[in-house]
């Protein structure tokens, strides 16, 4: 019958649900219909039903797609230029002039193709991004196919996109017109950091995102240097700042919030503000541990996120939910901080929460978006698979992610990438190094 015909059954080992009581189903199928989870029953089920295409995943865990809750994707092609630095120094001398000597709106669209590439291939479906040249960033993610939100950066200083923070704002609006239709595309608003946007620009903010029901994406509490000058420069450490400005409430998704006092969770909590926690980036430029046990315990969503790749240096979702699970056990002494179970949900459905739309991604129900992934635990690596969930976090490398949806579409189909074509991205990869060299790094 015409009607029982699904567009793809996903028969899976493992599911890992990411809904109630830490789920793991064995033997299920999930049925696919236009984008959406139509059913997921048991695999003796699945036999009579019919489907364009039948998926035998006997080895495989299939799980939500991993939403990177931090990034700045665009940032692949600086990959490498500066490390071993602490986060001013790495942006003032030597990231903020190499965007303003290669920036524009190519290098944002064969930089983000590069991180979607990358990041398909290790299992990420969303991306929450925060860069210059938003038409590009968009374009990307239409090309790639990945969730992508855009995040606009307001910042006071000119950069080769904007001249001060009106016109940020301006150009931010003018370029969203053009793909408020597109399902897989939502603009954000990125005021960077309390340290570069003035109070003037963060009420602005708050007023538009309001209006425009925008979430905002923004650098807070990142190192302990930016809380002490904060301090000396206003009389209070910049989140209360941010609180009097009134941009705390649930569409602020905090990126980083390494250093906070337990007045400062607590605010969190109260605000029911979202935190993208960034454990290898925060490690690399020696920010510090942020506090994820503390927060969780105090009810606040803390996502994961990669930031970008000229700070950590990879696009890699497992390694950072990995990371996220060891880096809290580590800072508090305490192995059961993060849990596995709980590290995939950060990785996830709180993600998706942060993103406001919990609703639609970030678990496997009936009824949800089909942005889903596999991952083959049948390698060496991976032996004896005794637990997928502890083997997703703790063993699993992104190379075993064998399969990507999004809204149903396959994106990587047995490690192909199915729209983006890998060779002439590398091609573009290396004109930009040598571009890059040529106009000095
Ligand atoms: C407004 S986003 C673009 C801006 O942010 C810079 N950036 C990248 N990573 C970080 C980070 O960890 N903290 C602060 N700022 C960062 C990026 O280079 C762009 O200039
Ligand atoms: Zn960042």
């Known amino acids: 019958m015409v009607q029982n015909k699904y567009d793809t059954i996903i028969n899976a080992r493992w599911i890992i649900t990411v809904e109630a009581d830490n789920e793991v189903l064995e033997n299920h199928a999930i049925a696919i219909r236009d984008g959406k989870i139509e059913a997921i029953v048991p695999a003796s089920q699945a036999a009579g039903l019919e489907a364009r295409e039948v998926l035998r995943l006997d080895r495989h865990v299939v799980m939500p797609g991993l939403i990177n809750l931090h990034g700045h994707s665009a940032m692949t092609l600086l990959r490498g230029l500066a490390d071993d630095k602490a986060l001013m120094d790495w942006l003032t001398q030597y990231i903020w002039p190499a965007e303003g000597r290669h920036v524009r709106d ?16 290790g299992g990420t479906t969303l991306i929450n991004d925060m860069y210059f040249f938003h038409g590009a960033m968009a374009r990307a993610g239409l090309a790639s196919g990945m969730r992508t939100f855009v995040g606009c950066s307001i910042l006071e200083f000119p950069t080769n996109y904007g001249a001060n923070a009106d016109d940020y704002i301006t150009r931010a609006l003018d370029e969203r017109r053009e793909f408020l239709g597109e399902e897989r595309i939502t603009f954000t608003l990125a005021p960077h950091a309390p340290y570069t946007v003035s109070d003037d620009t963060f009420r602005k903010v708050v007023t538009l995102a309001e209006q425009e029901d925008m979430l905002i994406h923004c650098h807070i509490h ?8 904060g301090l000396k420069e206003t009389g209070v450490r910049p989140l209360a700042r941010l609180k009097e400005l009134g941009l705390l409430s649930p569409r602020l998704i905090a990126a980083h919030m390494v250093h906070l006092n337990e007045a400062e969770i607590a605010l969190a909590a109260r605000h029911g503000l979202s935190i993208a926690h960034n454990p290898t980036s925060n490690m690399k430029l020696a920010s510090g541990i942020a506090p994820v046990k503390a927060l969780l315990e105090a009810g606040v969503n803390v996502g994961v996120g990669t930031d970008g ?28 901080a993060v849990p596995a179970y709980t590290a995939i949900r950060m990785a996830t459905i709180n993600g998706a929460r942060a993103l406001g739309i919990d609703d639609k991604v970030g678990s496997v129900a009936q009824g949800k978006m089909a942005d889903l992934i596999a991952i083959d635990l049948s390698s060496p690596e991976t032996a004896p698979a005794f637990d997928p969930v502890s083997h997703v976090v703790y063993a699993a490398g992104r190379e075993q992610v064998s399969h990507v949806w999004v809204q149903g579409e396959a994106l990587l189909r047995d490690r192909t990438l199915t729209r983006l074509d890998e060779e002439a991205l590398l091609a573009r990869a290396e004109d930009w190094r040598h571009r890059i060299l040529a106009r000095g790094e």
């Open 106 to 121: 190519d290098f944002v669209f064969d930089g983000a193709c590069l991180a979607m590439a990358e990041m398909l291939r």
């Open 222 to 229: 990142e190192t302990a240097h930016e809380v002490e000058t």
């Open 309 to 336: 790749a000229a700070s950590n240096n990879k696009l890699d979702m497992l390694a950072e939910t990995r990371m996220g699970a060891l880096l809290a056990k580590v800072g508090t002494l305490d192995p059961t």
